[in-house]
């Protein structure tokens, strides 16, 4: 079912958790809702669930308007951060709560709780009480008992954070399963941009509650909207640079570094504003390319870390420092110095720190 | 640390212990086994302390006392009149001071009162409260067009006035344990709950009460063996007399009266003796019960 917002806010006391939110879900589509704590995204899920009244704006679920729907009548599911599951209810209790509710006959209730069961893959512990459980299966028992009913819409609640790093992995690849197997609209709350980037077909990213931007998890990667965006989203964190526009010689200027960066392609200088951001990723530093009129910038290089797959180097630009992430298989023995090739960039408005252009390779030869 | 105790160590352990033994001892094990034994007392010079012959006698008596099966039956209208209301009102008032209402630590305090207030001095309350003419209970019943009833007078009534205070007394206390074990409930069970679709009263059916059943089941036991033993409140209420006509008599009323009016030590002990089998059957019926209901 298709989810609309409009103009959605919600205040508490002096505070704006959440800052006129308009955007549309698609149905089928698994949206993230993403940023640091106090962003306001549980308080956007609450209001989804019906736990928190709005305070302006407007809530569609479909073509039904819901802002005054209780909970229980909203039909949803919902899978909170500590799964919430009812300690004094079996395995299959638990999953069968929400229909003995809807007061779906014994038999049938049955059915459809052991079969949702095996969606999730736990039909071999439903006489076990939740206390018995490991953290993964009591997440696997939440969500079975979010679906059990058929709902309409799917919340999560930061459903991952209880997990360790490897359960974590396992189980947002189960949620996206289970998600395209049921093709429920879901939404996911989280503050872990990469588990965002991974499963979600759209982030919802904000910011002291509001909305930065809302995109595809690779658009928001490549052309974030502003410099917050651009800085969320990625580990290692993106490189930084205040630099001035040279706008005859058509290149950036970092500041305090004798660097200059050329600004390649069709673009119009003219437009920029004199002081810039430049934003560079750490996997868009290469050592080696075909095309030779990339941008080329020395690094002088203090720590080089070997993760397996790639290598981290911590250096500097003349004065700024500076992250690169380049292949593993670079033999880089002791140098101190390196050249690499800045593959893409980012220019940001140093006042409004929106974006205002990306360099993605083209242009160069 | 995993030495074995040498006699000095246990030696200081149990000088740090002397103190509660001693008075434990003294006043409660030892009368315990003393009045077993005396049960037991079939023909007994209390003035020389002189047990001439052991035997049965004493409870042969008691179980041909129409009396003692009178104090027995008063007993356990008591208890079916006191157990179920005090658990359920105790609960009840404590899910409304458990809900975010203005002046909640107030009523908390207010229903606490009657804990910590002397039986005495409520039993005076409330022969004011029962008062044939100028009590408040009959006035309000004048309102319904109910004649003044002689709540203190009637061997009738006498039972359910006691049976009324006594309600209202054990309130305070259970509705703090009540509230100690409502805020133990985890608060996003009741969310996950209402998005499950389970409306006001499924909530407070389905989670509430199984998730309050350990502290239920305490409440209960506590409330059923207080129950059994009520004897002040019998005492103050009727002015140091078992209601009308004996008509408020309990076991330990009974007790009181064949040891200290009548002197009959052994049929005392004796009737304490079976007081005592009857609590403990019930207990463990509770404990039983118990073990299968209150999981999780």
Known sequence: MEIKLTNLAMDFQQTKAVNDLTITIQDGHLVSILGPSGCGKSTTLNMLAGL??????EIYFGDKLVNQVEPEHREIGMVFQNYALYPHLTVLKNIMFPLKMAKVNKKEAFERATEMAKLVQIDHLLDRKPGQLSGGQQQRVAIARALVKNPKVLLLDEPLSNLDARLRLEMR?????????????????????????????KILLMRDGTLQQYTT?????????????????????INIYKATVNKELKRVELKNSNVHIPLLGNVDVTKFPEDVIVGIRPESFVSETSSKELPQV?????????????????????????????????????VEELSLYITEFTVFDSETENSIWYFDGEGAQ | MNQKPTLKDTLIGYSYLLPALIILGVFSVYPIIKSFFMSFYADYDFFKDIVHSYGFD?????????????????????????????????????ILLNSKIKFGKLFRTIYFLPFVTSVVAIAIVWQWIYHSEYGILNYFLGWFGISPIEWLND????????????????????????LAGLQNINPQY??????????????????????????????????????????????????????????????????????????????????????FIIIFIFTLIQLYVGKRKVNY
């Open chain 2, 155 to 178: 061997p009738k009534w006498s039972m359910p006035a006691l049976i009324i205070m006594c309600i209202w007394k054990s309130l305070g206390y259970n509705i703090i344990l009540f």
């Open chain 1, 298 to 334: 020395s690094i002088s290089i203090n720590l080089i870390e070997r993760t397996g797959r790639d290598t981290l180097l911590s250096g500097k630009i003349g004065e700024q420092q500076v992250r690169a992430l380049i292949s593993s298989k670079q033999q880089l023995g002791n």
């Open chain 2, 58 to 94: 004493n409870f042969i008596y008691i179980f041909q006392d129409t009396e003692f099966y009178k104090s027995l039956t008063n007993t356990f209208i008591f208890v079916i009149g006191v157990v179920p209301a005090s658990i359920s009102i105790s609960l009840v008032i404590a």
């Open chain 1, 217 to 237: 998890p690779l658009e928001m990667y490549d052309k974030p909207s502003n410099l917050f965006v651009s800085q969320f989203m990625g580990n290692p964190p």
């Open chain 1, 52 to 57: 928190y009244k709005p305070t302006a704006g």
């Open chain 1, 173 to 201: 690849e189960e949620i996206r399963r289970i998600q395209k197997e049921v093709g429920i609209t879901t939404i996911f709350v989280t503050h872990d941009q990469e588990e965002a980037m991974s499963i979600s077909d």
């Open chain 2, 190 to 275: 009741y969310l996950a709950a209402q998005i499950d679709g389970a409306s006001k009263f499924k909530r407070f059916w389905h989670i509430t009460v199984p998730l309050l059943s350990p502290t239920t089941f305490f409440v209960s036991i506590v409330v059923l063996i207080n129950s059994f033993k009520v004897f002040d409140e019998v005492f103050a209420l009727f002015n140091g007399r078992p209601g009308p006509g004996y008509s408020a008599q309990t076991i330990v009323y009974y007790i009181f009266e064949k040891f200290y009016n009548e002197w009959e030590f052994g049929i005392a002990s004796a009737a304490a003796f079976v007081l």
